[in-house]
Structures are given as C-alpha cells and as structure tokens.
C-alpha cells in the first residue's frame, strides 16, 4: 500500500511538471520576431538574428562550373550596334528555355526565308576575360548549323558577306563633321538582293576562367559564353527573329552522356550552344 502511495505521488508530481512546463512555452510570443531581424531563443529570450551565419549556409556557387556568373553591375550587353535596346529588352523579358530566350518578330516572313547570310559577330568581351576570337567562333558555328539545316537553299558564311555592310544613316540637318558615333546617327544594312535576312550578333562573354576569391585568375572547369543572334531583313531594316544565349555546361549524367563524358572546350559548347539558339528555324526533314 504504500509502495502504490509513493508511485501516485511521483506520478502526480510528474504531471505536475509539465503542465508547468507546457504552460510556459505557450506564453512565448511567437509573432513576427524574425520580421523584425530578431530570433527566438529556447528560452524565449530575443536575440539579434546572426546574419553571418545565414549566408554562410546559403549554397555555395561554383564559379569554375559557372564561369558566365560575374558580380559586375556594370557589364556590357550583347547588343549589336544596329539593333535597338528595346528589341534586345523584348528578349530580357521571356523565360529562358535550355539557356536561351527567343521570339520571332514577324513569323510569315520567317517562314519564307530561304537565303541567309551570316555577317561576323561583334565581338564585346572584356578584360580580364577577353578574348578576340570570340565573335569570329560564334558566327561561324552559327553558319556552320544554318548550312546543316536542308530548309534553306543558300547559306552564305562571313566572309563573303562583304557585300552587305553598314553604312551611316544621318538624321536631317545633322552636320557633316559631327562625329558618326552620335546618338542622332544610326547603322542601317546596306541593302543587298543577294539574301532573304543577313544574320548578325554579338558576343560579350567567350570564356573557361573566373576570378576566385582572393581576385586571382583561375581555369575553370566548364565553358561560359553569352551571346545575341538576330536576322534582319537588310531592305526594310525589320527585325525578323532573334535570340539570346547566356550559360555553361550543365553537369549531370544526361549532359555528360551526350558530350562523351567530357566537359567542353568553348568552341564546341558554342556548337551544343548554338543547337538550342536554332532551334525555332524549321527543318524540311
């Protein structure tokens, strides 16, 4: 009898306990202590909420795999001379797929196209990462995949578009000696009937390195690479189609699977590049 008397009470203390307990916790205020920059500790005790420690746990980002990801606020955009920002700002509004963000412009004339002529791409890379083969690449893998594609009767490579340049077009009353680079000055395709669109671009990033923390240059495993493609029909000036490209080689088994288990060099992950840049051109087959 009082073994059960002893055990009652033990039990009833217990209880006791942690109704206590429980009664406490729940008068913690939970509110919006973390809206306030402030965390709740176990005791319940506000303390300041250590932001440090919070980015120091965000996911790492690996620059020598995405060597195109850059902390410049400043950096230049690929947009070609003779192609308006606001055509290029249309392209920065769709959602990328595979990397890229395309829209065509006028769809019944892009689907009559049959001659078009590739014009060397600008070439915009800049120091540290500069690198003057980079519009000269771009373009011709772009040529190269156009020449492939059994749509189209005639592709003609850069260098013998020579014929379809840019001239200077002066807005009325504009003086002569006033420098061809004005904002009232434009580039306008000198019209050509040797195509149905001339394809033109330009490049801003054509790289394998990135800058590691301490601000030294490092070989980075993957290929970085931006770049714009747009066709131009070279009578009316009209922008046809046009296209943005910015990233690296994914990893993954599938990516490396396709590229024989390989990472890229930069001249053959513009040709992967360009496959999905292209991909809204039809194929007869």
């Given amino acids: 009898m009082l073994n059960v008397s002893r ?30 920059g402030q965390a709740q500790s176990p005791l319940g005790m506000n303390r300041p909420l250590d932001l440090t420690r919070l980015q120091d746990e965000a996911p790492p980002v690996y620059y020598d795999l995405n060597p195109h990801m850059t902390d410049g606020i400043n950096e230049p955009h690929p947009v070609p001379a003779y192609i308006k920002r606001d055509t290029y700002n249309q392209l920065l509004n769709i959602e990328p797929e595979n990397q890229v963000q395309s829209k065509i412009f006028n769809r019944e004339l892009f689907k009559r196209l ?17 690198d003057k083969s980079a519009g000269e690449v771009v373009s011709r893998q772009a040529y190269q995949e ?3 594609n059994k749509k189209y009767s005639n592709i003609i490579p850069p260098q ?5 340049r840019f001239k ?42 990135y800058r590691d923390r301490r601000g030294k240059i490092q070989r980075s495993v993957a290929s970085g690479l931006e770049f714009t493609a747009f066709l131009v029909n070279p009578k009316t000036q009209e922008i046809i189609w046009g296209a943005r490209f910015v990233g690296s080689q994914k990893s993954g088994l599938q990516n490396f699977n396709s590229n024989k288990g390989g990472w890229l060099n930069k001249e053959a992950f513009t040709r992967a590049a360009m496959k999905y840049v292209l991909k809204e051109f039809p194929n007869r087959d």
Avoid: H, W
């Avoid at 013998?160 to 379809?164: G, H, K, L, Q, V």
């Avoid at 003086?175 to 050509?192: A, C, G, R």
């Fill in 7 to 36: 055990f009652s009470i033990g039990v009833l203390a217990l209880s006791i306990f942690c109704g206590l307990m429980l009664s406490q916790a729940s008068a913690v205020p939970l509110g919006s202590a973390l809206d306030e």
């Fill in 146 to 148: 156009l020449k492939t």
């Fill in 168 to 209: 200077i077009i002066k807005t009325p009353g504009e003086n002569i000696s006033q420098k061809q680079d004005k904002p009232n000055s434009e580039l306008t395709l000198v019209s050509t009937d040797a195509v149905d669109a001339v394809m033109v671009g330009a490049v801003t990033k054509y790289s394998n390195q």
């Fill in 160 to 164: 013998m578009m020579e014929d379809a």
């Fill in 114 to 130: 049959q001659r078009i002529g590739v014009i060397g791409f600008e070439n915009k890379t800049f120091a540290p990462f500069e």
